[in-house]
Protein backbone atom coordinates (compact mmCIF):
# COMPACT_ATOMS: atom_id res chain seq x y z
CA UNK A 1 0.00 0.00 0.00
CA UNK A 2 1.52 3.65 -0.65
CA UNK A 3 2.62 5.73 2.34
CA UNK A 4 0.61 8.70 3.08
CA UNK A 5 2.35 11.93 2.17
CA UNK A 6 3.27 13.59 4.73
CA UNK A 7 4.76 16.77 2.98
CA UNK A 8 1.41 18.77 3.65
CA UNK A 9 0.05 17.48 6.71
CA UNK A 10 3.78 18.53 7.95
CA UNK A 11 3.49 21.70 6.91
CA UNK A 12 -0.06 22.19 8.31
CA UNK A 13 1.27 21.16 11.51
CA UNK A 14 3.88 23.53 11.31
CA UNK A 15 1.82 26.18 11.62
CA UNK A 16 -0.65 25.25 14.06
CA UNK A 17 2.55 24.01 16.25
CA UNK A 18 4.01 27.81 15.84
CA UNK A 19 0.66 29.61 16.44
CA UNK A 20 0.18 27.51 19.52
CA UNK A 21 3.51 28.19 20.86
CA UNK A 22 3.34 31.91 20.32
CA UNK A 23 -0.10 32.26 21.82
CA UNK A 24 0.85 30.05 25.01
CA UNK A 25 3.99 32.20 25.14
CA UNK A 26 1.59 35.66 25.36
CA UNK A 27 -0.31 34.26 27.77
CA UNK A 28 2.28 32.62 29.98
CA UNK A 29 2.66 36.22 32.47
CA UNK A 30 -1.48 36.64 32.10
CA UNK A 31 -1.98 33.16 33.53
CA UNK A 32 -2.63 32.81 37.91
CA UNK A 33 0.12 31.22 39.39
CA UNK A 34 -2.31 29.57 41.15
CA UNK A 35 -3.50 27.82 37.70
CA UNK A 36 0.45 27.47 36.61
CA UNK A 37 2.43 26.91 39.63
CA UNK A 38 6.16 26.31 39.00
CA UNK A 39 9.12 28.03 36.78
CA UNK A 40 7.97 29.86 33.92
CA UNK A 41 11.58 29.98 32.22
CA UNK A 42 11.22 26.13 31.28
CA UNK A 43 8.14 27.12 29.51
CA UNK A 44 9.60 30.09 27.84
CA UNK A 45 12.45 27.62 26.71
CA UNK A 46 10.00 25.08 25.52
CA UNK A 47 7.91 27.18 24.10
CA UNK A 48 11.18 28.73 22.44
CA UNK A 49 12.39 25.26 20.90
CA UNK A 50 8.76 24.60 19.51
CA UNK A 51 9.06 28.15 17.64
CA UNK A 52 12.60 27.88 16.35
CA UNK A 53 11.96 24.57 14.67
CA UNK A 54 8.58 25.70 13.19
CA UNK A 55 9.91 28.52 11.87
CA UNK A 56 12.96 26.64 10.67
CA UNK A 57 10.57 23.86 8.93
CA UNK A 58 8.36 26.48 7.12
CA UNK A 59 11.41 28.37 6.30
CA UNK A 60 13.46 25.85 4.44
CA UNK A 61 10.51 23.19 3.37
CA UNK A 62 10.28 19.70 4.32
CA UNK A 63 13.51 17.55 4.06
CA UNK A 64 13.96 14.29 0.87
CA UNK A 65 12.24 11.94 3.85
CA UNK A 66 9.38 14.19 5.54
CA UNK A 67 8.11 11.34 7.70
CA UNK A 68 11.19 10.55 9.36
CA UNK A 69 11.48 14.47 10.90
CA UNK A 70 7.55 14.35 11.62
CA UNK A 71 8.57 11.21 13.88
CA UNK A 72 11.29 12.94 15.58
CA UNK A 73 9.18 16.70 16.12
CA UNK A 74 6.24 14.33 17.78
CA UNK A 75 9.44 12.84 19.99
CA UNK A 76 10.79 16.49 20.77
CA UNK A 77 7.33 17.85 21.17
CA UNK A 78 6.54 14.67 23.45
CA UNK A 79 9.52 15.38 25.34
CA UNK A 80 9.26 19.35 25.55
CA UNK A 81 5.36 18.81 26.84
CA UNK A 82 7.07 16.46 29.18
CA UNK A 83 9.52 19.45 30.77
CA UNK A 84 6.40 21.87 30.75
CA UNK A 85 4.25 19.50 32.30
CA UNK A 86 6.76 19.01 35.02
CA UNK A 87 7.86 22.58 35.62
CA UNK A 88 3.96 23.44 35.90
CA UNK A 89 2.94 21.69 38.57
CA UNK A 90 2.61 17.91 37.53
CA UNK A 91 -0.67 16.78 37.62
CA UNK A 92 -1.80 19.71 38.28
CA UNK A 93 -0.17 21.79 35.18
CA UNK A 94 -2.90 23.21 32.86
CA UNK A 95 -0.55 21.90 30.66
CA UNK A 96 -1.15 18.42 30.52
CA UNK A 97 -3.58 18.67 27.37
CA UNK A 98 -0.76 19.28 25.07
CA UNK A 99 -0.29 15.75 25.44
CA UNK A 100 -3.41 14.81 23.56
CA UNK A 101 -2.86 17.31 20.54
CA UNK A 102 1.17 15.77 20.28
CA UNK A 103 -0.87 11.97 20.41
CA UNK A 104 -3.38 13.17 17.95
CA UNK A 105 -0.69 14.49 15.43
CA UNK A 106 1.21 11.93 15.64
CA UNK A 107 -1.91 9.39 14.39
CA UNK A 108 -2.69 11.89 11.76
CA UNK A 109 1.01 12.21 9.74
CA UNK A 110 2.61 8.98 10.99
CA UNK A 111 0.32 5.85 11.51
CA UNK A 112 -2.03 4.32 14.59
CA UNK A 113 1.22 2.12 15.65
CA UNK A 114 3.79 5.54 15.82
CA UNK A 115 0.39 6.96 18.08
CA UNK A 116 0.02 4.86 20.29
CA UNK A 117 3.76 4.54 20.49
CA UNK A 118 3.14 8.50 21.33
CA UNK A 119 0.41 7.89 23.85
CA UNK A 120 2.14 5.88 25.90
CA UNK A 121 5.47 7.75 25.95
CA UNK A 122 3.26 10.28 26.98
CA UNK A 123 1.95 7.85 29.78
CA UNK A 124 4.68 6.77 31.09
CA UNK A 125 6.33 9.93 31.52
CA UNK A 126 3.07 11.78 32.92
CA UNK A 127 2.89 9.21 35.30
CA UNK A 128 6.72 9.33 35.94
CA UNK A 129 6.05 13.06 36.98
CA UNK A 130 3.04 12.48 39.03
CA UNK A 131 4.74 9.58 40.79
CA UNK A 132 7.76 11.74 41.21
CA UNK A 133 6.09 14.28 42.73
CA UNK A 134 3.90 12.36 45.05
CA UNK A 135 4.88 8.37 45.52
CA UNK A 136 8.63 9.54 45.15
CA UNK A 137 8.60 13.76 45.89
CA UNK A 138 12.22 14.45 44.25
CA UNK A 139 11.24 17.77 44.55
CA UNK A 140 12.40 17.89 47.86
CA UNK A 141 15.55 19.79 46.77
CA UNK A 142 13.70 22.33 44.70
CA UNK A 143 10.26 23.02 47.03
CA UNK A 144 8.67 21.88 50.13
CA UNK A 145 7.27 18.61 50.14
CA UNK A 146 3.39 18.34 49.40
CA UNK A 147 1.08 15.82 50.73
CA UNK A 148 0.29 12.96 48.52
CA UNK A 149 -3.60 12.78 47.40
CA UNK A 150 -5.36 10.47 45.72
CA UNK A 151 -6.79 13.39 43.37
CA UNK A 152 -3.32 13.18 41.86
CA UNK A 153 -2.73 10.15 41.20
CA UNK A 154 -6.87 9.66 39.59
CA UNK A 155 -5.53 12.39 37.60
CA UNK A 156 -2.33 10.48 36.35
CA UNK A 157 -4.68 7.45 35.73
CA UNK A 158 -7.63 9.45 33.78
CA UNK A 159 -4.71 11.49 31.36
CA UNK A 160 -2.60 7.92 30.97
CA UNK A 161 -5.87 6.01 29.67
CA UNK A 162 -7.07 9.09 27.91
CA UNK A 163 -3.98 9.14 25.93
CA UNK A 164 -3.88 5.82 25.11
CA UNK A 165 -7.69 6.44 24.12
CA UNK A 166 -7.28 9.15 21.61
CA UNK A 167 -4.46 7.34 20.31
CA UNK A 168 -6.94 4.33 19.12
CA UNK A 169 -9.83 6.41 18.11
CA UNK A 170 -7.66 9.03 16.17
CA UNK A 171 -5.19 6.64 14.64
CA UNK A 172 -8.78 4.33 13.41
CA UNK A 173 -9.85 7.76 12.33
CA UNK A 174 -6.74 8.77 10.60
CA UNK A 175 -6.11 5.03 8.58
CA UNK A 176 -9.33 5.41 7.55
CA UNK A 177 -9.27 8.54 6.35
CA UNK A 178 -5.63 7.93 4.68
CA UNK A 179 -7.64 4.54 3.16
CA UNK A 180 -10.06 7.20 1.76
CA UNK A 181 -7.33 9.38 0.31
CA UNK A 182 -5.56 7.00 -1.29
CA UNK A 183 -8.69 5.75 -3.09
CA UNK A 184 -9.74 9.44 -4.04
CA UNK A 185 -6.47 10.11 -5.34
CA UNK A 186 -6.33 6.67 -7.10
CA UNK A 187 -9.70 7.34 -8.98
CA UNK A 188 -8.64 10.47 -9.67
CA UNK A 189 -5.76 9.63 -11.04
CA UNK A 190 -7.83 7.02 -12.81
CA UNK A 191 -10.48 9.69 -14.29
CA UNK A 192 -7.46 11.31 -15.13
CA UNK A 193 -5.61 8.53 -17.18
CA UNK A 194 -9.01 8.12 -18.72
CA UNK A 195 -9.48 11.58 -19.58
CA UNK A 196 -6.18 11.76 -21.43
CA UNK A 197 -6.90 8.39 -23.37
CA UNK A 198 -10.39 9.90 -24.07
CA UNK A 199 -8.63 13.44 -25.12
CA UNK A 200 -5.98 11.16 -27.11
CA UNK A 201 -8.87 8.80 -28.92
CA UNK A 202 -10.58 11.76 -29.87
CA UNK A 203 -8.06 14.10 -31.33
CA UNK A 204 -6.23 11.25 -32.95
CA UNK A 205 -9.55 9.42 -34.76
CA UNK A 206 -9.41 9.40 -38.66
CA UNK A 207 -13.17 11.31 -38.68
CA UNK A 208 -14.02 14.53 -38.08
CA UNK A 209 -15.83 15.20 -34.68
CA UNK A 210 -17.77 18.09 -34.07
CA UNK A 211 -19.97 18.45 -30.62
CA UNK A 212 -22.33 21.09 -30.48
CA UNK A 213 -24.69 22.11 -27.77
CA UNK A 214 -28.48 22.61 -27.37
CA UNK A 215 -27.90 26.30 -28.50
CA UNK A 216 -25.97 25.13 -31.80
CA UNK A 217 -22.79 26.31 -30.50
CA UNK A 218 -19.20 23.94 -30.75
CA UNK A 219 -18.08 22.48 -27.72
CA UNK A 220 -15.82 20.57 -29.19
CA UNK A 221 -13.45 20.04 -32.66
CA UNK A 222 -10.71 17.67 -33.42
CA UNK A 223 -8.05 17.47 -35.37
CA UNK A 224 -9.66 15.60 -38.19
CA UNK A 225 -12.50 18.35 -38.42
CA UNK A 226 -9.82 20.81 -38.32
CA UNK A 227 -8.08 19.65 -41.22
CA UNK A 228 -11.24 19.14 -42.99
CA UNK A 229 -13.34 22.76 -42.77
CA UNK A 230 -10.24 24.36 -42.35
CA UNK A 231 -10.99 25.82 -39.27
CA UNK A 232 -8.53 26.05 -36.25
CA UNK A 233 -9.75 24.62 -33.07
CA UNK A 234 -9.49 27.58 -31.26
CA UNK A 235 -11.87 29.85 -33.86
CA UNK A 236 -14.30 26.68 -34.17
CA UNK A 237 -14.94 26.44 -30.26
CA UNK A 238 -17.62 28.80 -29.00
CA UNK A 239 -19.38 29.27 -32.90
CA UNK A 240 -22.51 28.72 -34.26
CA UNK A 241 -23.25 25.70 -36.44
CA UNK A 242 -24.39 27.88 -39.32
CA UNK A 243 -21.78 30.00 -39.17
CA UNK A 244 -19.15 27.05 -39.92
CA UNK A 245 -21.13 24.75 -41.68
CA UNK A 246 -23.00 26.96 -43.30
CA UNK A 247 -26.89 27.13 -43.44
CA UNK A 248 -27.60 24.01 -46.22
CA UNK A 249 -27.61 21.74 -43.19
CA UNK A 250 -30.14 23.25 -40.90
CA UNK A 251 -29.70 20.70 -37.35
CA UNK A 252 -33.50 21.58 -36.05
CA UNK A 253 -34.95 18.88 -38.72
CA UNK A 254 -32.11 16.83 -37.32
CA UNK A 255 -32.85 17.22 -33.65
CA UNK A 256 -36.06 16.46 -34.45
CA UNK A 257 -35.64 13.25 -36.63
CA UNK A 258 -33.60 12.04 -33.34
CA UNK A 259 -35.93 13.03 -31.30
CA UNK A 260 -38.30 10.92 -33.07
CA UNK A 261 -35.91 7.62 -32.58
CA UNK A 262 -33.10 8.17 -29.77
CA UNK A 263 -31.46 5.40 -30.97
CA UNK A 264 -30.77 6.21 -34.39
CA UNK A 265 -28.60 8.28 -36.25
CA UNK A 266 -29.25 10.76 -39.17
CA UNK A 267 -26.91 11.01 -41.85
CA UNK A 268 -26.61 14.20 -44.48
CA UNK A 269 -24.38 14.62 -47.57
CA UNK A 270 -23.41 18.30 -48.41
CA UNK A 271 -20.82 20.54 -49.72
CA UNK A 272 -18.51 22.98 -47.35
CA UNK A 273 -16.88 25.90 -48.74
CA UNK A 274 -13.70 26.30 -46.44
CA UNK A 275 -12.16 29.73 -45.47
CA UNK A 276 -9.47 29.20 -48.51
CA UNK A 277 -12.47 29.26 -51.19
CA UNK A 278 -11.87 25.33 -51.76
CA UNK A 279 -14.98 22.73 -51.39
CA UNK A 280 -15.21 19.43 -49.87
CA UNK A 281 -17.89 17.11 -49.95
CA UNK A 282 -18.98 16.17 -46.95
CA UNK A 283 -20.75 13.16 -45.48
CA UNK A 284 -22.27 13.93 -41.96
CA UNK A 285 -23.61 11.51 -39.11
CA UNK A 286 -25.65 13.02 -36.26
CA UNK A 287 -26.25 11.50 -33.14
CA UNK A 288 -27.52 12.59 -29.68
CA UNK A 289 -24.93 13.43 -27.02
CA UNK A 290 -26.66 12.42 -23.57
CA UNK A 291 -25.35 12.85 -20.18
CA UNK A 292 -24.92 9.92 -17.34
CA UNK A 293 -28.72 10.55 -16.56
CA UNK A 294 -29.55 10.44 -20.69
CA UNK A 295 -30.51 14.15 -20.85
CA UNK A 296 -29.55 15.56 -24.03
CA UNK A 297 -26.88 17.85 -24.25
CA UNK A 298 -26.76 18.82 -27.77
CA UNK A 299 -25.61 16.54 -30.84
CA UNK A 300 -22.26 15.07 -32.27
CA UNK A 301 -21.10 14.69 -35.62
CA UNK A 302 -18.58 12.30 -37.63
CA UNK A 303 -17.64 14.22 -40.66
CA UNK A 304 -16.11 12.48 -43.54
CA UNK A 305 -14.14 14.10 -45.86
CA UNK A 306 -16.05 12.56 -49.56
CA UNK A 307 -13.39 13.59 -51.98
CA UNK A 308 -11.65 10.07 -52.53
CA UNK A 309 -14.63 8.54 -52.86
CA UNK A 310 -15.96 10.67 -55.26
CA UNK A 311 -12.55 10.46 -57.32
CA UNK A 312 -12.83 6.69 -57.27
CA UNK A 313 -16.41 6.73 -58.49
CA UNK A 314 -15.25 9.26 -61.25
CA UNK A 315 -12.40 7.24 -62.34
CA UNK A 316 -15.13 4.18 -61.61
CA UNK A 317 -17.46 5.63 -64.26
CA UNK A 318 -15.10 6.55 -66.74
CA UNK A 319 -13.76 3.01 -66.68
CA UNK A 320 -17.26 1.74 -66.89
CA UNK A 321 -17.94 4.18 -69.66
CA UNK A 322 -15.17 3.48 -71.73
CA UNK A 323 -16.00 -0.65 -71.37
CA UNK A 324 -19.77 0.36 -72.23
CA UNK A 325 -18.49 2.20 -75.12
CA UNK A 326 -16.26 -0.98 -76.47
CA UNK A 327 -19.08 -2.95 -75.95
CA UNK A 328 -21.47 -1.02 -77.75
CA UNK A 329 -19.43 -0.25 -80.52
CA UNK A 330 -18.75 -4.10 -80.96
CA UNK A 331 -22.93 -4.68 -81.00
CA UNK A 332 -23.27 -1.30 -83.15
CA UNK A 333 -21.05 -3.30 -85.77
CA UNK A 334 -22.51 -6.08 -85.36
CA UNK A 335 -25.94 -4.91 -85.72
CA UNK A 336 -25.52 -2.92 -88.72
CA UNK A 337 -23.31 -5.85 -90.50
CA UNK A 338 -25.96 -8.16 -90.77
CA UNK A 339 -28.79 -5.67 -93.04
CA UNK A 340 -25.21 -4.21 -94.65
CA UNK A 341 -24.65 -7.79 -95.53
CA UNK A 342 -27.96 -8.91 -96.85
CA UNK A 343 -28.23 -4.83 -98.77
CA UNK A 344 -24.74 -5.90 -100.26
CA UNK A 345 -25.96 -9.56 -101.46
CA UNK A 346 -29.20 -8.29 -102.54
CA UNK A 347 -27.71 -5.59 -104.57
CA UNK A 348 -25.02 -7.56 -106.14
CA UNK A 349 -28.33 -10.22 -107.78
CA UNK A 350 -29.99 -6.68 -108.84
CA UNK A 351 -26.72 -5.77 -111.02
CA UNK A 352 -26.78 -8.57 -112.34
CA UNK A 353 -28.75 -8.94 -115.88
CA UNK A 354 -29.26 -12.87 -115.43
CA UNK A 355 -31.77 -11.93 -112.48
CA UNK A 356 -35.30 -12.59 -113.18
CA UNK A 357 -38.18 -10.20 -112.92
CA UNK A 358 -39.82 -11.75 -109.41
CA UNK A 359 -36.01 -12.55 -108.00
CA UNK A 360 -35.54 -8.49 -108.56
CA UNK A 361 -38.86 -8.35 -106.84
CA UNK A 362 -38.13 -10.37 -103.78
CA UNK A 363 -34.76 -8.45 -103.66
CA UNK A 364 -36.17 -5.00 -103.27
CA UNK A 365 -38.36 -6.05 -100.90
CA UNK A 366 -35.22 -6.89 -98.82
CA UNK A 367 -33.47 -4.10 -99.77
CA UNK A 368 -36.25 -1.75 -98.43
CA UNK A 369 -36.93 -4.18 -94.96
CA UNK A 370 -32.98 -3.97 -94.62
CA UNK A 371 -32.51 -0.18 -95.03
CA UNK A 372 -35.37 0.41 -92.99
CA UNK A 373 -33.99 -1.74 -90.19
CA UNK A 374 -30.85 0.37 -90.54
CA UNK A 375 -32.96 3.27 -90.30
CA UNK A 376 -34.47 2.13 -87.32
CA UNK A 377 -31.13 1.31 -85.00
CA UNK A 378 -29.79 4.41 -86.38
CA UNK A 379 -32.81 6.44 -85.10
CA UNK A 380 -32.82 4.65 -81.43
CA UNK A 381 -28.86 5.10 -81.20
CA UNK A 382 -29.92 9.06 -82.38
CA UNK A 383 -32.94 9.27 -79.48
CA UNK A 384 -30.21 7.10 -77.08
CA UNK A 385 -27.07 9.66 -77.74
CA UNK A 386 -28.96 13.20 -78.18
CA UNK A 387 -31.80 13.53 -75.67
CA UNK A 388 -34.49 16.24 -75.57
CA UNK A 389 -34.64 17.98 -72.94
CA UNK A 390 -37.00 17.97 -70.34
CA UNK A 391 -40.67 19.27 -69.76
CA UNK A 392 -41.57 18.47 -66.65
CA UNK A 393 -45.67 18.97 -65.91
CA UNK A 394 -47.84 17.27 -63.28
CA UNK A 395 -49.38 14.59 -65.06
CA UNK A 396 -51.77 12.00 -64.10
CA UNK A 397 -49.74 8.85 -63.60
CA UNK A 398 -52.25 6.46 -63.05
CA UNK A 399 -54.15 7.48 -66.03
CA UNK A 400 -50.67 7.08 -68.17
CA UNK A 401 -50.56 3.34 -66.99
CA UNK A 402 -53.65 2.59 -67.95
CA UNK A 403 -53.61 4.17 -71.41
CA UNK A 404 -50.73 1.52 -72.17
CA UNK A 405 -52.11 -1.35 -70.61
CA UNK A 406 -55.35 -0.61 -72.74
CA UNK A 407 -52.86 -0.32 -75.99
CA UNK A 408 -50.78 -3.66 -74.84
CA UNK A 409 -54.32 -5.79 -73.95
CA UNK A 410 -55.74 -4.99 -77.43
CA UNK A 411 -51.88 -5.82 -78.83
CA UNK A 412 -51.91 -9.36 -77.40
CA UNK A 413 -55.04 -10.75 -76.59
CA UNK A 414 -53.55 -13.69 -74.23
CA UNK A 415 -51.93 -11.26 -71.89
CA UNK A 416 -53.48 -11.20 -67.87
CA UNK A 417 -52.84 -7.34 -66.89
CA UNK A 418 -53.07 -6.70 -63.11
CA UNK A 419 -53.40 -3.15 -62.27
CA UNK A 420 -52.08 -2.18 -58.63
CA UNK A 421 -52.29 1.37 -58.01
CA UNK A 422 -54.33 3.96 -56.78
CA UNK A 423 -56.25 6.28 -59.55
CA UNK A 424 -55.53 9.78 -59.46
CA UNK A 425 -51.82 9.51 -58.67
CA UNK A 426 -50.35 12.89 -59.84
CA UNK A 427 -46.58 13.24 -60.63
CA UNK A 428 -44.30 15.76 -61.77
CA UNK A 429 -42.33 13.88 -65.00
CA UNK A 430 -41.74 14.78 -68.70
CA UNK A 431 -44.92 13.32 -69.67
CA UNK A 432 -43.90 12.37 -73.22
CA UNK A 433 -41.07 10.54 -71.81
CA UNK A 434 -42.29 8.28 -68.95
CA UNK A 435 -45.32 6.77 -70.99
CA UNK A 436 -41.95 5.90 -73.40
CA UNK A 437 -40.47 4.03 -70.43
CA UNK A 438 -44.02 2.53 -69.24
CA UNK A 439 -44.06 1.29 -72.96
CA UNK A 440 -40.39 -0.08 -73.65
CA UNK A 441 -40.90 -1.61 -69.86
CA UNK A 442 -44.19 -3.31 -70.75
CA UNK A 443 -43.75 -4.13 -74.36
CA UNK A 444 -39.94 -5.68 -73.03
CA UNK A 445 -41.94 -8.04 -70.49
CA UNK A 446 -44.64 -8.89 -73.13
CA UNK A 447 -41.62 -9.93 -75.51
CA UNK A 448 -40.65 -12.26 -72.14
CA UNK A 449 -43.69 -14.03 -72.70
CA UNK A 450 -44.27 -15.21 -75.94
CA UNK A 451 -46.93 -17.89 -75.24
CA UNK A 452 -48.67 -15.63 -72.78
CA UNK A 453 -48.96 -14.24 -69.15
CA UNK A 454 -49.22 -11.81 -66.56
CA UNK A 455 -48.09 -8.38 -66.37
CA UNK A 456 -48.15 -6.45 -63.52
CA UNK A 457 -48.23 -2.86 -62.66
CA UNK A 458 -47.74 -1.77 -59.87
CA UNK A 459 -47.42 2.45 -58.67
CA UNK A 460 -47.77 4.47 -54.68
CA UNK A 461 -46.03 6.99 -53.06
CA UNK A 462 -43.48 6.38 -50.93
CA UNK A 463 -42.43 9.64 -49.01
CA UNK A 464 -40.84 11.67 -51.46
CA UNK A 465 -40.58 9.12 -54.02
CA UNK A 466 -42.67 8.02 -56.74
CA UNK A 467 -42.21 3.93 -57.18
CA UNK A 468 -43.45 2.40 -60.53
CA UNK A 469 -42.74 -1.60 -60.76
CA UNK A 470 -43.48 -3.41 -63.89
CA UNK A 471 -43.76 -7.46 -63.23
CA UNK A 472 -43.80 -10.10 -65.88
CA UNK A 473 -43.99 -14.16 -65.25
CA UNK A 474 -41.51 -15.34 -68.39
CA UNK A 475 -38.74 -16.80 -67.99
CA UNK A 476 -36.50 -14.14 -66.34
CA UNK A 477 -33.38 -13.39 -67.67
CA UNK A 478 -29.50 -15.18 -66.27
CA UNK A 479 -27.27 -13.52 -63.41
CA UNK A 480 -24.71 -13.57 -65.66
CA UNK A 481 -27.15 -11.01 -67.91
CA UNK A 482 -28.68 -8.68 -65.18
CA UNK A 483 -25.34 -6.25 -65.23
CA UNK A 484 -25.58 -5.75 -68.43
CA UNK A 485 -29.38 -5.44 -69.40
CA UNK A 486 -29.44 -1.84 -69.07
CA UNK A 487 -26.34 -1.31 -71.83
CA UNK A 488 -26.64 0.16 -75.14
CA UNK A 489 -27.09 -2.78 -77.84
CA UNK A 490 -27.65 -5.38 -75.78
CA UNK A 491 -29.52 -7.66 -75.99
CA UNK A 492 -31.03 -11.00 -75.83
CA UNK A 493 -33.51 -11.36 -78.22
CA UNK A 494 -32.56 -12.63 -82.30
CA UNK A 495 -33.96 -9.60 -83.38
CA UNK A 496 -33.85 -6.75 -80.64
CA UNK A 497 -31.94 -3.65 -80.56
CA UNK A 498 -30.49 -3.62 -77.25
CA UNK A 499 -31.73 0.16 -76.99
CA UNK A 500 -35.09 0.13 -75.10
CA UNK A 501 -33.77 -0.49 -72.25
CA UNK A 502 -31.01 1.90 -72.52
CA UNK A 503 -33.38 4.52 -73.42
CA UNK A 504 -35.56 3.79 -69.83
CA UNK A 505 -32.27 3.77 -67.69
CA UNK A 506 -31.40 6.87 -69.67
CA UNK A 507 -34.60 9.01 -69.35
CA UNK A 508 -34.65 7.41 -65.28
CA UNK A 509 -31.56 8.89 -64.76
CA UNK A 510 -32.15 12.52 -66.34
CA UNK A 511 -35.77 12.68 -63.84
CA UNK A 512 -32.98 12.10 -60.99
CA UNK A 513 -34.29 8.71 -60.58
CA UNK A 514 -32.90 5.05 -60.22
CA UNK A 515 -34.46 1.89 -61.69
CA UNK A 516 -33.22 -1.96 -60.08
CA UNK A 517 -34.00 -5.04 -61.96
CA UNK A 518 -34.65 -8.21 -60.10
CA UNK A 519 -35.41 -11.50 -61.78
CA UNK A 520 -35.46 -15.62 -61.02
CA UNK A 521 -34.92 -17.61 -64.20
CA UNK A 522 -38.26 -19.22 -64.89
CA UNK A 523 -40.17 -16.93 -62.51
CA UNK A 524 -40.55 -13.92 -64.16
CA UNK A 525 -38.43 -10.22 -64.00
CA UNK A 526 -39.47 -6.77 -62.08
CA UNK A 527 -38.34 -3.78 -63.03
CA UNK A 528 -38.63 -1.01 -60.32
CA UNK A 529 -38.00 2.44 -61.11
CA UNK A 530 -37.82 5.60 -58.19
CA UNK A 531 -38.35 9.01 -59.13
CA UNK A 532 -37.78 11.49 -56.66
CA UNK A 533 -40.43 14.70 -55.98
CA UNK A 534 -39.54 17.36 -59.09
CA UNK A 535 -41.49 20.45 -60.08
CA UNK A 536 -43.03 21.71 -62.94
Request: with cysteine.
Amino acid sequence: MKPFNVAGPLRGFSWARLGVALVLLALGPLISPGLMPGEGGILALALGLAIASSAALLLFGPPAEPRRLAWFICLLDTALITAVVAATGGARSVFAFLYVLCVTTACVMLSRTRGLAIAGASSLLYAGIVLGRTVLPLNVFFEAPSETTAFELLTMFLNAATFLIVAIVAGGLAERYHTARRELETRQRDLRDLQAFQDLVFQCVGTGLIAVDRRHRVTAFNRAAEEITGVARVEAIGRAWSALIGAAMPLDAIEAAIDRNPRASVWRETTLRRPDGTTVPLRMTFSALRSGEGERLGLISACEDLSAIREMEARMRQADRLATLGRMAANIAHEIRNPLASLTGAIEVLTSPLAADDTRERLSQIVARESERLNHIIKNFLEYTRPAPLSITAMDVSAAIEEVLVLLEHRAGTLKSVRDFEPGIRWGVDAQQFRQVLWNLCLNALEAMPEGGELRIAAEVVGDRLEVSVTDSGEGIGASDLSHVFEPFFSTKPEGTGLGLALVHRIVQEHGGEIDVRSSPGLGTTFTMSLPSRHA
